[in-house]
T-cell receptor, first 114, second 113 residues
Framework: QQPVQSPQAVILREGEDAVINCSSS?????VHWYRQKHGEAPVFLMI?????EQKGHDKISASFNEKKQQSSLYLTASQLSYSGTYFC???????????????FGKGTHLIIQP | DGGITQSPKYLFRKEGQNVTLSCEQN?????MYWYRQDPGQGLRLIYY???????QKGDIAEGYSVSREKKESFPLTVTSAQKNPTAFYLC????????????FGSGTRLTVV
């Protein structure tokens, strides 16, 4: 089942913060986050596996709630280079954590203006 | 440098023709995947393979076929049975799908003319 991402689009000024959410109706085994620039390949940002987990690097971080049904991506003090489309990819608990392929949300378009 | 190579970058197909998209990786990854991307739809899984000589259908496998004869290669054939093949196709691989991210190729944009 496809996870639901929100918002669909965000326009920010440089230096502002953004939050992108990814929700599932069922508990998940894992959540991945990717960023894609127009016409390019998606680039892996991070993976979350444990309920209550928070991780991040530089000014991009993410959390996975205790029930493992929702994840949020946090972009702090956004830079022009953060522009792109952000996707969450999920793997259900039913798959047992195997390599059955991720199910991706429809994406969130992030535009950073100078 | 290690990575995934997809070719060609652009491909034009006449209706009724089969075409094959190439995907080669030198990352020594066991798992490989094919996704289709349409505007506003996200990425949808076509086929995946966890090991050589084995592959499984994803969510939208109808009209597509794959093979996995070598670890580094996972070609995708778009057959004439695929009614709406115009899309951006992405190949990916992963060394440990249960705990690490996917590496994507740069994609092939297929257009039916």
């Amino acid at each position: 089942q496809q996870p639901v991402q929100s918002p669909q689009a965000v326009i920010l000024r440089e230096g502002e913060d953004a939050v992108i959410n990814c929700s599932s109706s069922k508990a998940l085994y894992s959540v991945h986050w990717y960023r894609q620039k127009h016409g390019e390949a998606p680039v892996f940002l991070m993976i979350l596996l444990k309920g209550g987990e928070q991780k991040g690097h530089d000014k991009i971080s993410a959390s996975f709630n205790e029930k493992k049904q929702q994840s949020s991506l946090y972009l702090t003090a956004s830079q022009l280079s953060y522009s792109g489309t952000y996707f969450c990819g999920t793997e259900s608990l039913d798959s047992g954590g195997g390599a059955d392929g991720l199910t991706f949300g429809k994406g969130t378009h992030l535009i950073i203006q100078p | 440098d290690g990575g995934i190579t997809q070719s060609p970058k652009y491909l034009f197909r006449k209706e009724g023709q089969n075409v094959t998209l190439s995907c080669e990786q030198n990352l020594n990854h066991d798992a490989m995947y094919w996704y289709r991307q349409d505007p506003g739809q996200g990425l949808r899984l076509i086929y995946y393979s966890q090991i050589v000589n084995d592959f499984q259908k994803g969510d939208i496998a109808e009209g597509y076929s794959v093979s996995r004869e070598k670890k580094e290669s996972f070609p995708l054939t778009v057959t004439s049975a695929q009614k709406n093949p115009t899309a951006f196709y992405l190949c990916a691989s992963s060394i440990a799908p249960e705990s690490s991210g996917y590496t994507f190729g740069s994609g092939t944009r297929l257009t039916v003319v």
